[in-house]
């Protein structure tokens, strides 16, 4: 069964301070993608970043990085030195390529930056 | 003009009530999509439309019945909805339905509140 898991229901940190958002996942697959959504206040959820499963290499673009790491199962998000405007719930997403299976979300950590 | 576009942003409505929300794409995707989006719980794919044709229907009651005249625009029609039904509805598009690489567009939602 595909499962995704963001333990971090809500953080709140000071502005310019770093964060990394959790996110696990479970799969019997070997070929799968992985997601990152913003989603802000105004509602819409904005694609961030896709991984496929045989892609290990760790991105950077600007502020934000992400950590993929097949051994642990887990795609973490850290955002550098945070501004307000990164207030927003994050979603980190699952699908499996070979399957005819719905993309699975996880519940989303709603992050909060402090001026 | 957005991308995905939905209306209204809020709506109120009775169990008794019968009405619509719309979604609008300016993308020129194939693959559109209805997701519920609750308080502490996942998103849930509720329909999947290619190409028009309903591809994914994920047990939603019948009680929300979803329309996709042509591949810019889908409708989900609501009537005797229960309180639990008060959610945000999230509409989404892709280039394509089954290409799960596929990142996901999506609309700022609408607010449903049953009373």
């Known amino acids: 069964a595909q499962k995704v898991t963001q333990a971090q229901t809500e953080i709140s940190v000071v502005e310019k301070e770093d964060v990394t958002l959790d996110c696990v996942y479970e799969?019997?697959?070997?070929?799968?993608?992985l997601f990152w959504y913003k989603q802000p206040p105004s509602g819409e959820l904005v694609f961030l970043i896709r991984?496929?499963?045989?892609?290990?290499q760790n991105e950077i673009s600007g502020r934000y990085s992400w950590n993929f790491q097949k051994s642990t199962s887990s795609f973490n998000f850290t955002i550098t030195a945070s501004q307000v405007v990164d207030s927003a719930v994050y979603f980190c997403?699952?699908?499996?390529?070979?399957?005819?299976?719905?993309?699975?979300f996880g519940k989303g950590t709603r992050l909060h930056i402090l001026p | 003009e957005t991308g995905v576009t939905q209306t209204p942003r809020h709506l109120v409505m009775g169990m008794t009530n019968k009405k619509s929300l719309k979604c609008e794409q300016h993308?020129?995707?194939?693959?559109m999509y209805w997701y519920k989006q609750s308080a502490k719980k996942p998103l849930e794919l509720m329909f999947v439309?290619?190409?028009?044709?309903?591809?994914e229907n994920n047990s939603v009651p019948s009680r929300f019945s979803p329309e996709c005249p042509n591949s810019s625009h889908l409708f989900l029609h609501l009537h005797t909805l229960q309180p639990e039904d008060s959610a945000l509805y999230l509409c989404?598009?892709?280039?394509?339905?089954?290409?799960?690489?596929?990142?996901?567009?999506f609309g700022s939602g609408t607010q449903l509140s049953v009373l």
């Open positions: 989404a598009s892709s280039q394509e339905a089954r290409a799960r690489w596929e990142k996901l567009f």
């Open positions: 799969t019997r697959d070997t070929t799968y993608y």
């Open positions: 991984r496929n499963s045989f892609d290990e």
């Open positions: 997403a699952l699908s499996e390529a070979e399957r005819d299976d719905k993309i699975i």
């Open positions: 993308l020129g995707h194939n693959a």
């Open positions: 439309y290619s190409l028009e044709e309903r591809v």
